[in-house]
């Protein structure tokens, strides 16, 4: 089969399409024909080497596919499925825990499905995890026209919370207004001050911050005392090391990393995220917005162009029709 594999950390030049054999199925999952493969932030740092991975890997969590194989025959073959954690699904097949499978509607096309789960439930967990959203709660989401971003903001929205957005064009202020942000700004150094001006002289209640080392500072200082400043990516590079009495100077505020899979680390946990995730696709409280869907052998542009900031909503690999 084709897929795309890493044999040293690097660039988005790294990411080599070669032939390899098919996977096999142990008996806890199944064998999944791809149609569409997810590309998120994540990956780039497996690429990277900023999270740990064994070289040579083929990267890729998220996709869409067709069951092809159920060594327990519970499944029938052709069943579209969807999924967001099973390693190497940048190729045209890939093994999928039937744990962490997720049926996918009619209703909802292969390449939506291939990039709902990861982000839909990251901003699940980000807004009912994390901490459990009210109506009338602010907060300043970073990267507001990114994957996430839209579908935090979409969410958000819908709870009656007031969301200030902070994104970089025109195009992704349209994005972000679109999905039910409150106000929308751009990145400057003086953006806390913005915020606090148009959010009645005080800091929000919660700051998502997908960006990391470029605007941790203003996150900082955007948010209001004892509230939480929520870091959970790091486009622009890992935040520095800093003095946690830096916490108390702005207010005693609560500061976390989270991700996903200590969120969805039981099953019942992910089918909970993800069920929720599919019914407000399906009922349209969710919209996801996917970029120009990119070939399987154009991975390594759909990196570069995803990290340069130059897409907007989701971003995916199709893989077959």
């Given at each position: 089969?084709?897929?795309?594999?890493?044999?040293q950390?690097?660039?988005?030049?790294?990411?080599?399409?070669?032939?390899?054999?098919?996977?096999?199925?142990?008996d806890?999952?199944?064998?999944?024909?791809?149609?569409?493969?997810?590309?998120?932030?994540?990956?780039?740092?497996?690429?990277?080497?900023i999270?740990?991975?064994?070289?040579?890997?083929i990267p890729?969590?998220?996709?869409?596919?067709?069951?092809?194989?159920?060594?327990?025959?519970?499944?029938?073959?052709?069943?579209?499925?969807?999924w967001?954690?099973?390693?190497?699904?940048?190729?045209?097949?890939?093994?999928v825990?039937?744990?962490?499978?997720?049926?996918?509607?009619?209703?909802?096309?292969?390449e939506?499905?291939?990039?709902?789960?990861?982000?839909?439930?990251?901003?699940?967990?980000?807004?009912?995890?994390?901490?459990?959203?009210?109506?009338?709660?602010?907060?300043?989401?970073?990267?507001?026209?990114?994957?996430?971003?839209?579908?935090?903001?979409q969410?958000a929205?819908?709870?009656?919370?007031?969301?200030?957005?902070?994104?970089?064009?025109?195009?992704?202020?349209?994005?972000?207004?679109?999905?039910?942000?409150?106000?929308?700004?751009?990145?400057?150094?003086?953006?806390a001050?913005?915020?606090?001006?148009?959010?009645?002289?005080?800091?929000?209640?919660?700051?998502?911050?997908?960006?990391?080392?470029?605007?941790?500072?203003?996150?900082?200082?955007?948010?209001?005392?004892?509230?939480?400043?929520?870091?959970?990516?790091?486009?622009s590079?890992?935040?520095?090391?800093?003095?946690?009495?830096?916490?108390?100077k702005?207010?005693?505020?609560?500061?976390?990393?989270?991700?996903?899979?200590?969120?969805?680390?039981?099953?019942?946990?992910?089918?909970?995220?993800?069920?929720?995730?599919?019914?407000?696709?399906?009922?349209?409280?969710?919209?996801?917005?996917?970029?120009?869907?990119?070939?399987?052998?154009?991975?390594?542009?759909?990196?570069?162009?995803?990290?340069?900031?130059?897409?907007?909503?989701?971003v995916?690999?199709?893989?077959?029709?």
């Amino acid at each position: 089969m084709k897929a795309i594999q890493i044999t040293q950390h690097g660039g988005p030049d790294v990411l080599t399409v070669v032939e390899t054999a098919d996977p096999t199925p142990q008996d806890h999952q199944v064998l999944v024909e791809v149609l569409y493969a997810g590309v998120n932030y994540i990956d780039t740092y497996f690429r990277e080497g900023i999270y740990h991975s064994e070289l040579p890997f083929i990267p890729g969590k998220e996709g869409c596919g067709r069951v092809i194989h159920d060594p327990r025959g519970e499944i029938a073959d052709g069943t579209v499925v969807a999924w967001a954690s099973a390693e190497g699904s940048y190729a045209e097949k890939v093994c999928v825990d039937r744990a962490r499978l997720v049926a996918v509607p009619d209703s909802i096309s292969p390449e939506v499905a291939a990039s709902m789960l990861l982000q839909g439930m990251t901003a699940h967990y980000l807004l009912y995890g994390v901490r459990d959203t009210q109506q009338g709660d602010s907060m300043l989401v970073t990267a507001g026209a990114g994957g996430v971003g839209l579908l935090l903001t979409q969410l958000a929205h819908a709870q009656g919370a007031t969301v200030y957005s902070v994104v970089s064009t025109d195009e992704k202020e349209e994005l972000a207004y679109a999905a039910g942000a409150t106000e929308v700004f751009r990145y400057s150094e003086g953006l806390a001050e913005t915020v606090r001006r148009r959010n009645a002289g005080r800091g929000v209640d919660v700051v998502y911050d997908g960006v990391g080392k470029d605007t941790f500072q203003e996150s900082l200082e955007s948010v209001r005392p004892r509230g939480l400043v929520c870091l959970f990516g790091a486009a622009s590079g890992p935040v520095e090391p800093f003095d946690p009495q830096l916490l108390n100077k702005h207010g005693s505020i609560f500061l976390t990393r989270p991700s996903l899979g200590a969120y969805t680390a039981t099953d019942d946990e992910f089918r909970m995220r993800a069920q929720a995730v599919v019914r407000a696709v399906e009922e349209g409280t969710l919209d996801i917005r996917v970029h120009e869907p990119y070939a399987l052998d154009d991975a390594s542009r759909a990196h570069h162009d995803l990290q340069s900031r130059s897409t907007t909503g989701s971003v995916v690999l199709k893989v077959a029709d």
